[in-house]
């Protein structure tokens, strides 16, 4: 008698469970997608012209593309993220790379990091200004050091021996970039990006992030991310803001999503941003609207941060939000959907 209650028992436990899987969302076998972001802050239609508002959404299309095209050919999610964020990091529209903010000496100090949803690897760098695209030594860093983050000149070295492009300073150079340092350098004050939109000849002062990042899942159902800055302008020489850090503006788990955050750097460093969001998701059965507004407007929005983050989980969904006005944003999904977006939520 003991014998089939204990019998029955593991039957119905065994039923359970498979009942349990069933209701879990299925990822659609070899789907893949990306999404992408070009920072968040007072971004508003009326700071653009119609030009302005064209060269950004064709900029943030050309990186979606460069991304979905490694996925489509059966590329890893790592490589696809990085193309698109080379993309953002060659246009002088986003504060990454070429156009990168100046610090408070007049120097860039950029800062980048890339992560494996597989195996948590991870790879980084900081205040790095001869690295044509930062986000490429990051993964040099990932797969050819047992380190997860390297800063300066350090950093330089160990990436140039392993073919990664080098160029002078100057070639970071942008007269917009410059302009918004002058109007508060010797001030005890930071600005983020994407404050350069003249009107009526004057620079808007207000919140402006202009951060890049990425975060894709390939057919194979593996998640990577990576972010790409220049920080923010007027930032004290040697800062170092949440975009190389892992878990604060970076982070990815095939067990979760992955992430890529932009904003006051600060604030996200503090609250372990990314990684709290995946915590949520996976400890708190949260699902990612709710845990992205928990961290965005509960968390950093209390402590007075700003910004905005992408998401994309373990069933290939896509999501964002942010606290600021706007956020440069788009993705491309192997269904056909796609969007581009850059004002308030639409
Ligand atoms: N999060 C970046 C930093 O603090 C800035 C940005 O997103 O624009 O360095």
Redesign the pocket.
Known sequence: MKKTILLLFILLLAFSCKTSDKNEPQREPNSFSIVIHG?AGGIKREYFTDEQQQAYNDKLQEALNAGYEVLEKGGISLDAIQAAINVMEDSPLF?AGKGAVYNSKGNQEM?ASIMDGKTLNSGAVAGVNHIKNPILAARVVMDSSEHVMLSGKGAEIMVKKFGIEMVDSSYFFTQKRLDQLKKIQGKEKTE??HSAFLIKNELIDDHK???VGAVAIDKEGNIAAGTS?G??TNKKYGRI???PIIGA?TYANNLTCGIS?????EY?IRTVAAHEVSNLIQYKKMNPTEALYEVIFNQIGKLGGE?GMILLDKYGDIYWDFNSTGMFRGYKKSDGETKIEMFEKE
């Open positions: 920072g504060n800062d983020l990006d992030y202009g951060t800055t920080g923010m803001g949440d975009s503006g955050c932009t904003g006051t750097g996200f910004g």
